[in-house]
């Protein structure tokens, strides 16, 4: 497969067969359980980290690979017929993933290899890896494709709302987004991002939660893309979206488990939505 292709991470949560319908690449990131490594999304699945996540001790940790499985990925594609690549990754407000591919990509000399911040997490990004794929197959030039994607950077919002503190508290990147939350144990947080501004609301329970996720909703319609993302939650997920699935566009929205990898700090029950709001005329 010549001319532009795309590479992404783990974390963009975007379901198998669109992928591979598309040709996009995924570096796994690495989940660490005690003192064994797993490549997210092929050493183990995403229902058994969920189901086993409170009981491991101790806690699961993250990490991202070395630039030399980015630039293996790289060369494949180059050895593929690839004449340029564009690699998008999760904000580096919340991992180093996009730092290690700039790293990589510097040792690329025979093709220009753009690295781009989605400036987001989960279907955010993957939202925007799509769009780039798609617009790769239809023979798009890399400067138009990236004028598109900051297009909808700044329009993609995801928020969540988590169900405990526990996780947060046990360590990693994912804490500086709760630092104004506080320690009261009943609190609910809603955490946010959008433009890879990572934000944090605080709600007394998760009632109020789940009444805030849908005022936050609708203060992004109208519109261009919606999906819910959750920690092994989809039924509790899926309620909360028929509230407001008449002013949702029209056709199928995807419900996704978002990736250990972000899993392990959110912890199990966390629900949310990845939106992209509709271009305002201007």
Same mark, same amino acid.
């Given at each position: 497969?010549?001319?532009?292709? %795309? ?21 796994? @990131? ?63 407000? !919340? ?50 494709? !990236? ?33 104004? %939350? ?21 709600? /007394? ?17 109208? @519109?261009? /893309? %919606? ?25 199928? %929205? ?29």
């Amino acid at each position: 497969m010549a001319g532009l292709r %795309i590479v992404t991470d783990s974390t963009c949560d975007l379901p198998q067969h669109i992928v591979d319908n598309l040709g996009i690449r995924v570096v796994p @990131l690495y989940i660490n359980i005690g003192k064994t490594g797993y490549l997210d999304g092929v050493d183990i699945t995403r229902e058994e980290f969920y189901l086993r996540l409170p009981e491991f001790n101790p806690p699961p940790n993250t990490a991202t690979p070395g630039k030399q499985m980015f630039r293996k990925i790289y060369e494949e594609l180059i050895a593929e017929g690839a004449e340029e690549i564009l690699s998008i990754h999760i904000s580096e407000s !919340l991992s180093a993933t996009v730092n290690v591919a700039r790293k990589a990509a510097e040792d690329i000399k025979n093709i220009r290899v753009h690295v781009l911040d989605s400036q987001s997490l989960s279907l955010g990004t993957g939202f925007l890896v799509e769009m780039a794929a798609k617009a790769a197959q239809m023979g798009k030039m890399v400067k138009d494709i !990236l004028d598109d994607l900051k297009d909808q950077m700044a329009r993609s919002h995801v928020f969540a709302a988590i169900d405990t503190l526990e996780y947060l508290r046990r360590g990693g990147r994912m804490n500086s987004v709760v630092a104004g %939350i506080g320690t009261l144990i009943q609190m609910k947080p809603i955490l946010k991002m959008n433009k890879g501004v990572p934000t944090s609301e605080r709600v /007394r329970t998760s009632n109020g939660a789940y009444k805030r996720l849908l005022d936050l909703l609708r203060e992004k319609m109208p @519109l261009e /893309r %919606i999906a819910l993302v959750h920690t092994h939650a989809d039924e509790k997920a899926r309620e909360l979206l028929a509230e407001v699935k008449e002013h949702l566009p029209e056709g199928p %929205i995807p419900s996704v488990d978002i990736t250990p990898v972000l899993g392990a700090h959110l912890g199990p029950g966390a629900i949310g939505f990845a939106c992209v709001s509709a271009k305002t005329l201007e």
